[in-house]
């Protein structure tokens, strides 16, 4: 048995570890998984003076209890949900103190859904095929496969010398939002939908239906026809748009399948991904379309953005 570890009183929704992904794997059938919402993620590591890629909670939702059986220091980014230590309400997006005997709850959350509890040092979990990213699809990652349950005990790093008290600038905390504009970057197959059809995509508004989850977001809205209903399968990237044939897209998430056959219009913007896997159903979604060279730009500016950030000190 671990030295330090949290035990799981009540596991809440589909809490699982997750590193930054599983990647190189796709030969096997094997998906990338890693966090929906990259940003918080790397956020919640940083808060605890962990490198980017170390094992963190994703909670979907909230209504997670673990009780601490050592000192350490941890922090919850991510959806807008209440979180209190031994009944005391803490700010999320900083870092907090806990002791042996304390009790950590996260409820659940009013806006947004995916919610990381990072603590200093991270989990203890044996990766699996050079990851611990739980696909619970594919029963691979974390412990055996499967999503984090009550009474599981959850092993920590000991805390080696005390990790300071950060915060994130109320400015660079991601404000979520039940309407979003998403960035499309087109590619090859969208010559397969005429200028009809594409206009359609990027001119209308589209609803998150309840099919969403980390394999992807079926959304309700005008259908887009292509001159195809089917192709070879082929490789699919985290973000593609796939259109089936009754024309309803599907944005396609962490978890999605190695390999489909039906064709893209283009692919959401990484960075905006992130801001979708915090949407649920209902949300309102619109598309605009950029080019490749933008994309790139984006991507570096935050990039840079992340890495010039300064975490702000709290007092002890």
């Known amino acids: 048995m671990a030295q330090n570890y949290f035990t799981v009183a009540t596991p809440g929704i589909l809490c699982t570890y997750q590193d930054l992904g599983r990647f190189g794997q796709g030969h096997l059938g094997l998906t990338t998984g890693g966090p929906a919402d990259k940003s918080a993620f790397i956020w919640a590591n940083k808060l605890v003076k962990n490198p980017i890629n170390t094992t963190a909670l994703e909670l979907s939702f909230g209504g997670l209890k673990l009780i601490a059986n050592a000192s350490t220091t941890l922090t919850v980014t991510g959806a807008q949900a209440p979180l209190t230590i031994n009944g005391c309400p803490k700010e999320l997006w900083h870092s907090h103190r806990v002791n042996a005997g304390d009790t950590i709850e996260i409820g659940f959350a009013t806006l947004g859904c995916r919610i990381y509890l990072a603590v200093a040092g991270g989990f203890l979990v044996a990766p699996q095929f050079g990851s611990v990213s739980t696909v619970l699809r594919e029963s691979v990652g ?55 059809e594409t206009t359609k995509f990027f001119a209308n508004e589209y609803q998150v239906s309840s099919q969403c989850d ?25 973000g593609a748009i796939q259109i089936p044939p009754d024309g309803q897209p599907i944005v396609l998430a962490n978890d999605r399948q190695t390999i ?10 990484s960075l905006d991904l992130n801001f979708l896997m915090q949407s649920n159903q209902g949300s309102k979604l619109s598309f605009e379309p950029i080019s490749i060279h933008l994309a790139h730009n984006l991507l570096h500016l935050a990039h840079v953005k992340t890495n010039q950030t300064a975490l702000v000190k709290v007092a002890d």
Do not use: W
């Open 214 to 238: 980390r394999m992807g977001y079926r959304l309700n809205g005008a259908a887009i026809n292509s001159s195809i209903s089917k192709m070879y399968s082929e490789g699919i990237c985290k």
């Open 142 to 196: 974390g412990v055996d496969g499967r999503a984090i349950a009550a009474k599981q005990l959850l092993a920590i790093a000991p805390e080696k010398r005390k990790t300071p008290l950060l915060r994130l600038s109320e400015k660079d905390i991601p404000t979520y939002s039940e309407s979003l504009t998403l960035k499309v970057i087109t590619g090859y197959q969208a010559s397969l939908f005429d200028n009809y």
């Open 260 to 269: 489909g056959g039906y064709p893209k219009i283009g692919s959401v913007l």
